[in-house]
């Protein structure tokens, strides 16, 4: 070969050389910024561990009180579901590949419990309690039943079967007062729905019960398991933010469904219901489906948007900061576009005051507009996204980034962190686009990393601590002050006032 | 080869470009351990989108392969066209991922997007144009005259 050919074959070589000169340093620029905002907000890459579930562990026994919307993914999210259930997830499978509720479900650990016991007063979804407590092969209509536990027709029946060691409660509202207090009174331990009480004398009483019967007790925010509550937690508490002044939470929704409008069920009538177990301690009322199976509409039955998804927003905000409960509350909102006959509004804006924290939470919500707002904490430093995914963005008038503003190192255009659960490594940086994607939930639901129902998670810590002592994360202390704060918003908005809450007295005046 | 010298150098500076390009993607993708094609392949749009959402992107061990193909192919096509080596192979390999590219996001009309481009773009955006290009490189191949296939293979033949 001559010296002409080999010199026309390595032109390129030079092109080579450029190249790995420029991605160096690339790379080393990447990495001085990186690096440099990792330090400066030192926030750790830990994640929660995924404790498996042993074989060894004592089997407990569990009471199911009510078998409507929630009660029905409670159970699921325990291990049993309705072998109906199944075949629909088994069809919509078949039917589209996204659709993975079957795949995840018999991922889901076993979580060595018995359902022992139902009650459900609508006859119809009593009998589906049966069959899934009796599904613990978690197989569709074709599959095989265990033996179907029993079913009683009152609450009171089932707390004295000595056979039941813990109860799952997801009735209406107005009964999870009247049904921890006796459940507890009977030495079960409790998983409660949320809200954790429907007046505020109850309240108190609930507290007391527990604390005197000394049973285990889960309030079900089942969003004390989000990875990216625990994260912004960390953040927050390392001061990333700096003073956190002010927080925002919101509620949007647009759909019948989501405004509560339930399906009523084809086999309901007064022969099938229960009506005066349903009443209880609300006022009167004739039959009525649409008060039945609708019953959050009316505050009879219900604690409104305040008790329904205002808690959930609280509880997040409370895991976070350690609100407790606030020192005032003020609403105000109407009914201005469900004019359906429910008596809770539709609309609702409540701002709760933290004067010994120097801030303010509002939360703002509507059953009528799909505007997604979410949840928004802002800090004289930095102000964070909630949702999914955590993202802060620096503020442009900081005092502790400034200098870093001022010399290109942070850029308040773009994230100067973000968290995505499922993801191992947890850059500090990342490009605007998977930021894009992460905002979206788009991002990493196929990869390796398991993706688990918090609602599972939830009941799971509440196993363990009926198993080993350990704590409930949203136990009684925590549904006290969730229900208290429900009950500031709530009462604001009925006398249209301020209300506040004397911490001495333990009282909303 | 009857090429003018500057038909030659220009063809040759735009094969170098393009594989600059693809090893600079490639290497990306590899130094990012969360990278995943996941995000693209589910913003899919068009009349292949169910083939990019369902097939690729809803299938974790397919999407496990779509990455290391992705990956390791931009690299290699990238090597092949600076150095100018297996011009061909590259050049093929280059034109059916860029149409993969293309055809999971084409701009056409009625189509939206999460991502929004970062240019103005109907029916031809740059990576049709890129795909374009590198056809051009395929039909005016340059590795058996300024390129490591000169070395392996030999000088081209200068047509009569």
New interface residues.
Partial sequence: ?ERR??L?????LP??GA?GFE?FRK?NHEKYLTENIRNELNISTDTPEYKPVSKDDKLIRIGLIGYGIRGKDLAKAAGFAHPTMIDEWKKGALE???DDRYEHFLEQDSLNLQIAGVCDIFDTYGRMAQEAGANALRQGTDGKLNQLPKRYLTHQELLADPTIDAVIIAAPDHWHGPISIAAAKAGKHIYCEKPMTWTVEETYEVRKAIKENNVVFQLGHQGRQNESYLKAKEIIAKGVLGKVNLIEVTTNRNDPNGAWVYPIHPDASPQTIDWNQFIGQAPPHEFSLERFFRWRCWWDYSTGLSGDLLTHEYDAMNQIFGLGIPHSAASSGGIYYFKDGRTVPDVLQTVFEYRDLDLSMVYSATLASNLSRGRKIMGHDAYMELDNSVTVYADRGSTRYKEKMDNGIIDPELPIYTYTPG???V?AI?SP??Q??AG?G???????GRRIDTTHLHIREWLDAIRFGTKTSCNIDVAFEEAMTAHMGTKAYKENRHVYWDPVKEIIV | MNYSFSQKFWLVALRIAIGWHFLYEGLVKLANANWSSAGYLLDSEGFLKDFFVNTLAGNPNMLQVIDFINIWGLILIGIGLILGTFERIACISGILLLALYYLSHPPFVGLKYAVPSEGSYLVVNKILIEMIALAVVYVFPTNREFGLDRFIFGPAKNKK
């Fill in positions: 070969m050919d080999l026309k074959s390595l032109v390129s092109v080579v190249f991605w790379r589209n590949k996204d993801i191992k490594n850059d990342t686009t998977s894009y994607f979206r788009l991002m990493y639901s196929y990869r390796s």
